[in-house]
């Protein structure tokens, strides 16, 4: 089977490590994201690892994490333990990078959804300071 979309997407990733490091498949290069006792495997070069990292923090009054390795305790969640990688995942464009979780649905959404907060909390810091500078 084709698929079309995902090999569209794939070039719209603009830095070769990451477009690599998700072509790979998770064959060689996983790392682990450690959020608030999630531990989410990704893959991604590692600029836009820590990129995603350090924004997801923003989301969160913890700090987050990029592990290169498996964690010593391996996943907390069993589905995602279990997620197999899937050509199909959806990507998370990090400026001009992208990263995959590979993770179960609900897990994917969420690490999703920090990151969206993570970037809207960071335009509003950004904003705040051009105020303060202005001011
Ligand atoms: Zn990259
Ligand atoms: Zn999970």
Redesign the pocket.
């Given at each position: 089977m084709s698929s079309p979309d995902v090999q569209q997407s794939l070039s719209t990733?603009q830095?070769?490590?990451?477009?690599s490091?998700v072509q790979s498949g998770g064959q060689q290069t996983v790392s682990f994201l450690l959020l608030e006792g999630l531990t989410i495997p990704v893959l991604?070069?590692?600029?836009?690892l820590e990129q995603f990292s350090s924004i997801c923090e923003l989301s969160s009054d913890d700090t987050a994490d990029i592990l290169h390795h498996r964690p010593a305790g391996g996943l907390s969640c069993p589905s995602c333990r279990l997620a197999p990688y899937n050509a199909s995942y959806p990507m998370i464009q990090?400026q001009?990078?992208?990263i995959v979780p590979i993770a179960c649905p609900e897990h994917q959404s969420e690490i999703a959804q920090r990151f969206q907060t993570g970037l809207r909390t960071r335009q509003q810091l950004t904003s705040d300071l051009v105020t303060h500078i202005d001011s």
């Open positions: 990733i830095c070769d490590a990451c477009q490091a991604g070069c590692d600029d836009h990090v001009d990078g992208a």
